[in-house]
């Protein structure tokens, strides 16, 4: 059974920076793209940065753009999101998903499989 494990989140002040790891394992299902969403309380999940586990192109949300960097390594089946210079906006649960990209990579109904989430929690 394919199990995606996350974990980095926490408590950071505006402007600070956190690490989030996704552990990918089990399973014989073998997807093309990783994606990290988010949710705040009382919100929908929403896209926040995808990856193609080929090549390592990468899509970000205008809201993370140039502050969120999202990397992978094929050898430790590991995807990785890089967040800088947060803000209290971005405080919510993450989410890493994997998926085969065949229904777009911004919507969260194309994903197969869901890690737990790891809490970030921004304060201002």
């Known amino acids: 059974q394919v199990q995606l494990v996350e974990s980095g989140g926490g408590l950071v002040q505006a402007g600070g920076s956190l690490r989030l790891v996704c552990v990918i394992s089990g399973g014989t299902f073998k997807s093309d793209f990783m994606g990290w969403f988010r949710q705040a309380p009382g919100k929908e999940r929403e896209f926040v940065a995808a990856?193609?586990?080929?090549?390592?192109?990468?899509m970000y949300a205008d809201s993370v753009k140039g502050r969120f960097t999202t990397s992978r390594d094929s050898a430790k089946n590991t995807v990785y999101l890089q967040m800088n210079n947060l803000i209290p906006e971005d405080t919510a649960v993450y989410f890493c998903?994997?998926?085969?990209?065949?229904?777009?990579?911004?919507?969260?109904?194309?994903?197969?499989?869901w890690g737990q989430g790891t809490q970030v929690t921004v304060s201002s």
């Open positions: 998903g994997a998926t085969s990209g065949s229904r777009g990579l911004r919507n969260n109904a194309g994903y197969d499989y």
């Open positions: 990856i193609s586990w080929s090549n390592a192109a990468t």
